[in-house]
């Protein structure tokens, strides 16, 4: 039996052996078994979660109790694993709503921390021991002399150290994947959205950027990306940004000069592809894959999470299509959360929406965000219907890779053959 992880008020995490654990996938409740866990990888973190009681299985009654004064715990995983149970618990009145983190439920094997995950992506370009580097201030600081008018170097080198932003820091380090944020505004509101909050509503962890660069300071950063790093990618679309579409013009002008100097390299869009004549005048410009983000398959929940402004989920598969019906690379980045995915209504959309656009890859990414929050909005029916009750996220991956044995299944954005 696993024993519940705990927190006192100042923030020591230990166990209570009195409370078998428990999880929670959608709104369910459910035991967190010893084959539901693995231990806490390397780079992830425990969170408290402040005035939120823990939920457990009395060891007596085998019934779900709350702790007494203790507060609930929840991991945060590092890149390359996906979540599969969320942290059960009780909020008290007037709780805080959480930041936008991706809560896992954790529990105790003996003194083992273990977490409620899975790993999908055995790359290891995203470790954290690669980043944070001793040399990261002499990068930033060498390459904010060489272009000390750029606004996109500027702003990655706050990224790269305030928020510890990956692709930030890959500019400056040289390889993989780097990332360039173009656009302040976005054609959406989604409901987690990391760079864009109302006042009233949980702080974003990153602050989004207030210009539009030019051409010229994209390519003095994308240039010398695509042409020396190590698997070098240039992404558009980051988290410090709005819809990168919403500046297709700037991006299919930068594209074009940079695939004139030089063909190395890959040239990513990470896009909700609501705005399909952007997506074809981006795709006709040399860009060679795209990552478009979903939180559902289903037109009404899409409608729900994402908000879109004037555009529907209709017109991101009619961009899908345009995109690869020029032969681009398409992956699917969906926003996994424990008792929606793996609804089998969803899952049978989302094995419908790869079939019918001739999808890539599919990749999980931990929704961030305040799972009370995401439940009021997609969780509201009373469904009866075996059909929604929650499969498991594992189950609900190992369902679609047997349907698409050739769909690459991951977390990370591969670089790409260029023909």
Wanted: aromatic content about 8%; some cysteine.
């Amino acid at each position: 039996m696993l024993s519940t992880a705990v927190s006192d008020h100042q923030g020591r995490v230990f166990r209570n052996d009195n409370l078998h654990a428990a999880a929670r996938t959608g709104n369910t409740l459910v035991e967190l078994l010893e084959s539901d866990v693995i231990p806490m990888p390397e780079g992830g973190s425990l969170m408290r979660l402040p005035s939120r009681r823990p939920i457990g299985i009395d060891a007596t009654s085998g019934q779900f109790v709350s702790a007494g004064l203790e507060e609930a715990v929840a991991a945060v995983l590092p890149q390359g694993y996906t979540r599969t149970f969320l942290p059960a618990y009780i909020g008290l009145e007037g709780a805080p709503q959480l930041p936008l983190f991706g809560y896992s439920a954790v529990a105790f094997a003996g003194d083992q921390l273990m977490v409620a995950a899975i790993r999908t992506d055995e790359r290891d370009t995203w470790d954290p021991i690669h980043y944070n580097l001793p040399e990261l201030a002499e990068d930033i600081e060498r390459r904010l002399r060489q272009f000390p008018e750029n606004r996109i170097l500027a702003q990655l080198a706050r990224c790269a150290t305030e928020y510890q932003c990956f692709t930030a820091q890959n500019v400056f380090y040289g390889r993989w994947e780097g990332g360039i944020p173009v656009s302040p505004t976005c054609n959406a509101n989604c409901l987690g959205c990391i760079s864009l909050q109302a006042s009233e509503c949980c702080p974003s962890p990153q602050q989004r950027i207030d210009f539009v660069p030019t051409v010229s300071e994209i390519v003095e950063v994308a240039l010398p990306h695509l042409e020396k790093a190590v698997g070098g990618i240039i992404s558009f679309g980051q988290g410090c940004e709005g819809e990168p579409t919403r500046q297709w013009p700037t991006i299919v002008e930068a594209c074009r000069e940079l695939r004139q100097r030089t063909d190395a390299g890959t040239i990513n869009v990470n896009t909700n592809a609501g705005d399909v004549h952007a997506i074809e005048a981006i795709c006709d410009a040399g860009v060679d894959s795209l990552r478009v983000s979903l939180a559902s398959a289903r037109p009404d929940y899409y409608g729900r999470y994402h908000r879109p402004r004037g555009w529907c989920l209709a017109d991101v598969e009619s961009s899908i299509i345009a995109a690869r019906s020029r032969s681009l690379f398409v992956s699917l980045n969906y926003l996994v959360f424990p008792g929606f995915f793996d609804q089998e209504p969803e899952v049978d959309a989302l094995c419908d929406l790869i079939e019918r656009c001739d999808i890539q890859m599919l990749q999980l990414r931990n929704l961030n965000i305040d799972p009370d929050i995401y439940a009021d909005v997609m969780l509201t029916e009373n469904v009866d219907s075996d059909s929604f009750y929650p499969a498991g996220v594992d189950e609900a991956i190992a369902h679609i890779r047997d349907c698409f044995p050739s769909l690459a299944v991951g977390n990370f954005t591969m670089p790409i053959q260029r023909k």
